[in-house]
C-alpha cells in the first residue's frame, strides 16, 4: 500500500493493527510509533513519531497525523507502523510488532 500526500500538506492516516492471523491488536498497553526513513537500510528514520491510540485499544486503531515538516521533503520513503507491548513477565523483553510496511510518496507541489 501506498500513502500519497502533497509536500507541505497534513494528512490523518489511520490504522487498524492485525496479527498475522487477522485477529485485531489490543493496542490497551501498548505504544505504536510511525515511522519513515529514505531507505530501508538507512540507520535513522527521517522522522518517527508516536501514534495515537483510539479507545478501546482492543478495536486494534491508532492514528497518525501527517505535519508540513514530515512532509516538507517530495519523494519516495519506506513507511512502517510498529507496536511495541510490555513483557507479559517483569525482566522479559517487550514485544515489538511490525504491522504495516509501505510507501510514502509525497508528491512536489507544481505551484511550489
Known amino acids: 500500500m501506498t500513502i500519497q500526500v502533497y509536500q507541505g500538506n497534513q494528512l490523518q492516516l489511520e490504522f487498524t493493527l492485525r496479527d498475522q492471523d487477522g485477529n485485531l491488536l489490543d ?7 510511525f515511522a519513515a526513513k ?7 528514520p527521517i522522522f518517527s513519531h508516536a ?5 478501546p485499544g482492543t478495536l486494534g486503531v491508532a492514528r497518525y497525523m501527517l505535519t508540513a515538516d514530515d512532509t516538507a521533503a ?3 520513503f519506506k513507511a512502517e507502523v510498529r507496536a511495541t507491548f510490555p513483557p507479559a513477565v517483569e525482566g522479559q523483553p517487550s514485544t515489538i510488532v511490525t504491522a504495516w510496511q509501505g510507501d510514502l510518496l509525497i508528491v ?4 511550489e
Open 108 to 111: 512536489e507541489d507544481v505551484l
Open 74 to 76: 517530495a519523494g519516495l
Open 38 to 44: 529514505a531507505k530501508l537500510e538507512d540507520d535513522d
Open 51 to 55: 501514534c495515537t491510540i483510539d479507545s
Open 27 to 33: 493496542l490497551t498497553n501498548a505504544a505504536v510509533v
